[in-house]
């Protein structure tokens, strides 16, 4: 990251990548170096979600574990926003589920597919 200038962006994004890094505290320290006085971040975390990515899948956050790592970078939090349900958590644990049990079942494949 040396390459790029502080304070060069207006906004960023990380969407759906902050618990796949060992040390969030860091990461987002480094984006607020980034930004310009008065920049936004857009972040997105899961909460309710299966193991993905191992070893590298290291927190689910709450809101206040998420405001503590954007606050301790100096970012404002704005606001939070859950972008699904329970219902959907169920659902995805449900495909994943099929897909590991009937995946290697060539007629079953297409189905689960």
């Known amino acids: 990251m040396s390459d790029v200038p502080q304070e060069a962006f207006d906004s960023a994004i990380c969407l759906e990548v902050l618990e796949h890094v060992s040390n969030p505290f860091v990461a987002v320290g480094e984006i607020a170096k980034l930004l310009k006085p008065g920049g936004v971040l857009i972040l997105s ?9 191992a070893p590298h899948d290291y927190f689910r956050y709450t809101r206040y574990g998420i405001q503590s790592v954007l606050e301790s970078s100096g970012f404002e939090f704005l ?32 189905l689960v597919f």
């Open 79 to 110: 606001e939070m926003r859950p972008t699904s349900s329970l219902f959907s958590f169920l659902g995805h644990q449900w495909a994943s589920a099929s897909n590991s049990l009937f995946w290697s079942m060539s007629v079953l494949r297409w």
């Open 45 to 53: 975390v899961p909460h309710l979600s299966r193991v993905h990515e």
